[in-house]
């Protein structure tokens, strides 16, 4: 099983550079989420979806837009990217919002 | 103040001994998650708990919901147990909060 897959691993961007995180499950999950994890600070919720053609808003959405639009894909965009977002990006799922969660393996995101 | 609060932040220990590492938050929740963070950086979901005590090998965790309080036990700890041990609760609001993790490190 395939699990949650990200792509893509490592990424290294110029300041202002646009690009996409994808994020697809293959659980039939629907619920899957964006977080940002950042030395000595414990993972922040970027955005997350509910659902296919749902979004919503987490901790730290600033910078980050998103879609879904498809059950088993979440994508996450940086239109204009800036240093501050050099961060270790994780998506997950779970099956509800109580339940269990499944991570990707992680982006490592470089802006310079 | 941290919403959740774990401790120890590092924690170096001998294989075989017996690890514990302590959750504490300040939030009313409805369920908390114990996660395992390896040093390639993969997360893995150990434990949802939302009372009493969960078994799995030599893990287990346990909650007391009255006290705010969670540990994670790991008997006859091994070295391929160290990684950063993750504590996360879902808040009332459905709002997950996740602490600063647990440095562990087992010495063969």
């Known amino acids: 099983n395939a699990g949650v897959t990200q792509t893509p691993k490592f990424r290294v961007l110029k300041t202002g550079q646009s690009m996409t995180l994808l994020c697809a499950q293959d659980?039939?999950?629907?619920?899957m989420y964006w977080y940002r994890q950042d030395p000595g600070m414990g993972l922040r919720l970027i955005h997350y979806?509910?659902?296919?053609?749902?979004?919503a808003k987490g901790e730290v959405p600033d910078g980050y837009n998103v879609s879904r639009l498809k059950k088993q894909n979440f994508l996450l965009g940086l239109e204009s990217a800036a240093p501050s977002q050099t961060s270790v990006y994780f998506c997950?799922?779970?099956?509800?919002?109580?339940?269990?969660?499944?991570f990707g393996s992680g982006t490592r995101l470089t802006v310079v | 103040k941290n919403e959740v609060e774990q401790s120890p932040q590092n924690l170096t220990a001998q294989e075989g001994e017996f690890i514990t590492i302590n959750c504490s938050y300040s939030v009313g929740i409805s369920a908390l998650h114990w996660l395992q963070q390896h040093p390639g950086g993969g997360i893995v979901s150990l434990f949802m708990l939302s009372s009493g005590k969960k078994k799995h090998g030599r893990l287990i965790a346990t909650i007391n919901i009255q006290e705010k309080h969670s540990s994670l036990h790991i008997t006859a700890s091994h070295p391929r147990d160290s990684a950063v041990y993750i504590c996360?609760?879902?808040?009332?609001?459905?709002?997950?909060?996740f602490g600063k993790g647990t440095r562990l490190h087992i010495l063969p």
């Open positions: 979806s509910v659902g296919e053609g749902t979004t």
């Open positions: 997950a799922s779970s099956y509800s919002n109580g339940g269990g969660y499944t």
């Open positions: 659980m039939n999950h629907e619920y």
């Open positions: 996360a609760v879902r808040g009332g609001d459905d709002k997950i909060i």
